[in-house]
Every structure is written in structure tokens, then in C-alpha cells.
């Protein structure tokens, strides 16, 4: 295992959104902490052998904050916190969904360059409170409603770097 990480039981092969990855349990004590925060003891917590297999090491995240807005709204917050989203890139100036029309395109985020590729299907965790780890919006059920695709419920797009650079919050984020 890389990092160190201890882990328990055979690698077996599971499916990781529309992917077959081999992974291995990791310690009980963190898949219960998992299920006691989200109140569901079917939960298994598993790491993949080899991270390129969980979406590659040069994959970075992109939502817009128009689009948390508009989600927010339609469960009846008027602020939603994005940082449930773990996005690496988040866009302040666009349109609802805006980054959804950008697949396949380049983008300059400071020095760094990014493809947009793939919308990005979301799990159970952005159901949770940032700070509490609750489970405090129904972020999964409200995206059934209106960014379902096949089993996969789509919320912000994925983006490989192309090129490595300095990104800063507050950088302008450019198609180019």
C-alpha cells in the first residue's frame, strides 16, 4: 500500500461510479465513524490500491458557486456551504451550470492550465455539514430531481491538469 496507510482484508474488485478498481477495507473504526455521521450501517469504507484508479493524481474538481446557489435554493437554503462539494476550483463569476457547457475545453486557473472533462457524480458525503458532520441537506435527493444521469446524480465537472502552475484564491478563471 502506498502512504503507509494499514489496511485490512483482501483487495477485491468494486465499483467505483462507472469503474471496476481493486480496494481493500480500511480500519473498522473509521467505516463506523462514517456510518454513525451519516446514519446508514450499510456504509463500507474502502481505499483503492492505486490512486490513479479514484481519479488520477492531476484530477482537480470545478464547481461554480451559481451552481451551489441554485441547489441551495431548491432545498430552501439561502447559503449553502460549498465546501461539502471538496472542490478544488471553485468559480465565483458564472452562470448557473456554466461549467457544464466547458467539457472539453482548456481553462487558465492562475499559472495552471485545466481540461475540462466529465461532469463529476456525487455520494452521500455532501450531505454533510462541513463543520458538524451531520447530515443536515438533502444534496442527493435534490439532484435526482433535476441532474440525475442513468445511477449517477452530476454536480460540478472534473478537470485534468495540462499544465502545473501557481493557483491563488481570487484568480481569474479564463477558456483559452
Given at each position: 500500500?502506498?502512504?503507509?496507510s494499514?489496511?485490512?482484508?483482501?483487495?477485491?474488485?468494486?465499483?467505483?461510479?462507472?469503474?471496476?478498481?481493486?480496494?481493500?477495507?480500511?480500519?473498522p473504526?473509521?467505516?463506523?465513524?462514517?456510518?454513525?455521521?451519516?446514519?446508514?450501517?450499510?456504509?463500507?469504507?474502502?481505499?483503492?490500491?492505486?490512486p490513479?484508479?479514484?481519479?488520477?493524481i492531476?484530477?482537480?474538481?470545478?464547481?461554480?458557486?451559481?451552481?451551489?446557489?441554485?441547489?441551495?435554493?431548491?432545498?430552501?437554503?439561502?447559503?449553502?456551504?460549498?465546501?461539502?462539494?471538496?472542490?478544488?476550483?471553485?468559480?465565483?463569476?458564472?452562470?448557473?451550470?456554466?461549467?457544464?457547457?466547458?467539457?472539453?475545453?482548456?481553462i487558465?486557473?492562475?499559472?495552471?492550465?485545466?481540461t475540462?472533462?466529465?461532469?463529476?457524480?456525487?455520494?452521500?458525503?455532501?450531505?454533510?455539514?462541513?463543520?458538524?458532520?451531520?447530515?443536515?441537506?438533502?444534496?442527493l435527493?435534490?439532484?435526482?430531481?433535476?441532474?440525475?444521469r442513468?445511477t449517477?446524480l452530476?454536480?460540478?465537472?472534473?478537470?485534468?491538469?495540462?499544465?502545473?502552475?501557481?493557483?491563488?484564491?481570487?484568480?481569474?478563471?479564463?477558456?483559452?
Amino acid at each position: 500500500m502506498r502512504g503507509g496507510s494499514e489496511s485490512f482484508g483482501e483487495s477485491r474488485t468494486v465499483k467505483l461510479y462507472d469503474r471496476e478498481v481493486p480496494a481493500r477495507r480500511v480500519d473498522p473504526l473509521f467505516t463506523e465513524a462514517i456510518r454513525t455521521a451519516t446514519r446508514d450501517d450499510k456504509l463500507e469504507l474502502l481505499r483503492v490500491d492505486e490512486p490513479e484508479y479514484a481519479g488520477g493524481i492531476d484530477r482537480v474538481s470545478i464547481v461554480s458557486r451559481a451552481s451551489v446557489d441554485d441547489l441551495g435554493s431548491r432545498g430552501g437554503v439561502d447559503r449553502l456551504d460549498s465546501r461539502r462539494f471538496r472542490m478544488l476550483i471553485e468559480i465565483v463569476d458564472a452562470e448557473p451550470f456554466e461549467e457544464d457547457t466547458w467539457a472539453g475545453r482548456r481553462i487558465r486557473v492562475g499559472d495552471a492550465v485545466v481540461t475540462v472533462g466529465d461532469p463529476m457524480p456525487r455520494c452521500v458525503v455532501t450531505t454533510l455539514n462541513p463543520d458538524t458532520a451531520k447530515k443536515d441537506f438533502p444534496t442527493l435527493d435534490i439532484l435526482a430531481s433535476y441532474r440525475k444521469r442513468g445511477t449517477e446524480l452530476l454536480f460540478g465537472m472534473y478537470g485534468e491538469v495540462e499544465v502545473a502552475g501557481d493557483v491563488r484564491v481570487g484568480d481569474a478563471v479564463e477558456p483559452i
